[in-house]
């Protein structure tokens, strides 16, 4: 999508189509809408992340074994769990502990005409019961601060133990990933695998992936 502007003024994209999804940036209508009624998120929510992509060109080449169920934590705007809803089928519930960041997910879901179930609550809250109902749980930028580097852990932790089948948390390599990352694979296997996409749509990163099967 494009916006008319006067002569002289360079055309601004305001959203993108990757691996089968829309992808819309903040001059979007649908965002510039959701700003107005004045949600603001504080914790990161602001765009979507691009280590979100990284997980979705994964997932469309490694196709899980089992999606029916999927958990996207710390989800923002939550494109990786509407892509697995719209391209695997999956029944997807939304983490998040901010809740302004629902308005813009549901708007980009709206948009991609699927829909995934809302979740205010912090990673230490969700408990092995809840996260047992899981076959996969993916995750992009969720270890950006020094304080998070032991509750991500502990999620994956008590994913693994409840039998979630699969677990890919995505980050543009950030030293606080890295070292959570090192620390699951010690506890459980898995590997971390650097991952980055050219064209049109760039990003570049690593993915923590865990089998549990």
């Known amino acids: ?29 649908v965002i510039r809408r959701v700003k107005r009624e004045g949600h603001e998120p504080s914790i990161h929510g602001t765009k979507l992340w691009r280590s979100s992509f990284l997980i979705m060109d994964y997932l ?9 169920s999927v958990l996207d934590a710390g989800c923002g705007w939550g494109i990786t769990g509407i892509w697995c809803a719209k391209k695997l089928g999956a029944s997807v519930v ?52 020094d304080d998070l580097v032991k509750p991500v852990g502990k999620l994956i932790d008590r994913a693994i133990d409840a039998g979630v089948g699969q677990i890919v948390i995505a980050d543009p390599e950030r030293p606080t990933f890295h070292e959570m990352a090192e620390k699951a694979i010690n506890r459980h296997g898995g590997d971390l695998i650097h991952w980055s996409l050219k064209g049109k749509l760039k990003a570049t990163g690593a993915l923590l992936v865990i089998n549990n099967q």
């Open 1 to 29: 999508m494009t916006e008319a502007l006067s002569a002289g003024q360079k055309i601004r994209v305001t959203e993108r189509k990757f691996r089968g999804v829309t992808l819309p940036t903040a001059g979007h209508k």
């Open 94 to 145: 939304s983490l998040d502990a901010d809740p302004a960041v629902f308005p813009y997910l549901k708007a980009v879901a709206e948009l991609n005409k699927v829909s995934t179930t809302p979740l205010v609550r912090r990673f230490e809250a969700l408990k092995k019961p809840q996260l047992a109902d899981f076959d996969l749980l993916v995750a992009a930028d969720v270890c950006f601060w």
């Open 60 to 68: 469309h080449k490694h196709p899980p074994e089992s999606a029916n």
